[in-house]
């Protein structure tokens, strides 16, 4: 059985259309309800829905074999998995934003309210610049709104949720699309179903180019 940790959500029902054409199908999935494992013996596939932020865990400990991050979480906690492909999908970028007309302050910290705390240090110390990192669970955006913070570092994806709070972007991070990824041990022992999906979705994403 082949045990994978799909990202619950929009981009967890995409990434399932293209394993299902990978040849791992599994109908019941599709049906509405509040289940968060489905499994179809007859081809060896397992899904897990998780949290999108924790799929990297399951992967990590094994207890899914692979499984679809987005690279901000890669990069944000550095799991000790395998990357095995960009589908190509998800496609967003970690971006500092800050109000409308924004001038940095040399000579003073830089306040920086994120999810993303790893990325943003590593971000400002390549550049040498101080910050005071002020870590948030979401609605980022709020926080230089009310003075919290000077900048955010989070994802824009269409770019409606800072255009909406009057932010701007003032520069990209990094590029962001979501991954498969491997448990290390698994893709060694179960390498057969793990490379036969990698070549179908790298054969899809090349459709879509
Ligand atoms: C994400 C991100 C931004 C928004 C960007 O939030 O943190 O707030 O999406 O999308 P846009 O550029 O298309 O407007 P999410 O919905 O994941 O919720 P969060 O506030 O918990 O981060």
Redesign the pocket.
């Known amino acids: 059985m082949l045990n994978v940790a799909l990202p619950k959500g929009r981009l967890g029902e995409k990434v399932y259309a293209m394993f299902e054409k990978a040849g791992f199908p599994c109908p019941s999935i599709r049906e509405n309800n509040r289940k968060l494992i489905f499994e179809n013996p007859d081809c060896g596939v397992r899904y897990f829905w998780v949290k999108p932020s924790d799929v990297a865990i399951y992967v990590e400990r094994g207890a899914a074999d692979i499984g679809v991050a987005g690279k901000d979480i890669l990069l944000e906690y550095a799991p000790d998995v395998y990357e095995l492909f960009d589908l190509k999908t998800g496609v ?1 970028r970690m971006a500092v934003a800050a109000p409308e007309g924004f001038r940095d302050d040399t000579r003073r910290a830089l306040k920086v309210a994120t ?1 993303f705390t790893n990325i943003a240090r590593a971000h400002y110390a390549a550049r040498g610049r101080d910050i005071d990192i002020i870590h948030l ?5 709020i926080a230089p709104i009310l003075g919290l913070s000077d900048v955010i570092v ?11 709070n009057h932010l701007e972007v003032v520069e990209t991070v990094v590029p962001i699309s979501a991954r498969l990824i491997a448990n290390k041990a698994s893709f060694k022992f179960k390498n057969e179903p793990i490379e036969a999906i990698v070549k179908s979705l790298a054969s899809q994403t090349e459709e879509t180019v």
């Open positions: 967003c999810k669970n979401g609605s980022i955006e989070d994802i824009v994806e269409t770019g409606t949720t800072l255009k909406e």
